[in-house]
Nanobody, 118 residues
């Protein structure tokens, strides 16, 4: 199994930046991809960005494209989400997740709150 721990959330003004981190432990050798999801109050959880573990291919939701960057450090079993030009609509709980098969996310972190004020 895989354990995921996120950090880096907080309160920031619109236009500011945050960097989220997620460190994985356990069966990381089985990782196909890792991703960042977010869930705002009253909304469904959605995929923000993802990265394949071996090839490093990335995906971004249209709403964050050009503002957010996902990256990985294989040696540290860690992924990051650099969030720039933050908007109030980015406010959500952000979750790190790991997929062992394709894009089926089986393991999840506890979430970290990101709040962007106007």
């Amino acid at each position: 199994q895989v354990q995921l721990v996120e950090s880096g959330g907080g309160l920031v003004q619109a236009g500011g930046s945050l960097r989220l981190s997620c460190t994985a432990s356990g069966r990381t050798f089985s990782t196909y991809s890792m991703g960042w999801f977010r869930q705002a109050p009253g909304k469904e959880r959605s995929l923000v960005a993802a990265i394949t573990w071996v090839g490093g291919s990335t995906y971004y939701a249209d709403s964050v494209k050009g503002r957010f960057t996902i990256s990985r450090d294989i040696a540290k079993n860690t992924i990051y989400l650099q969030m720039n030009s933050l908007k109030p609509e980015d406010t959500a709980v952000y979750y790190c997740a790991q997929a062992s098969v394709a894009s089926l996310y089986d393991y999840w972190g506890q979430g970290t709150q990101v709040t962007v004020s106007s």
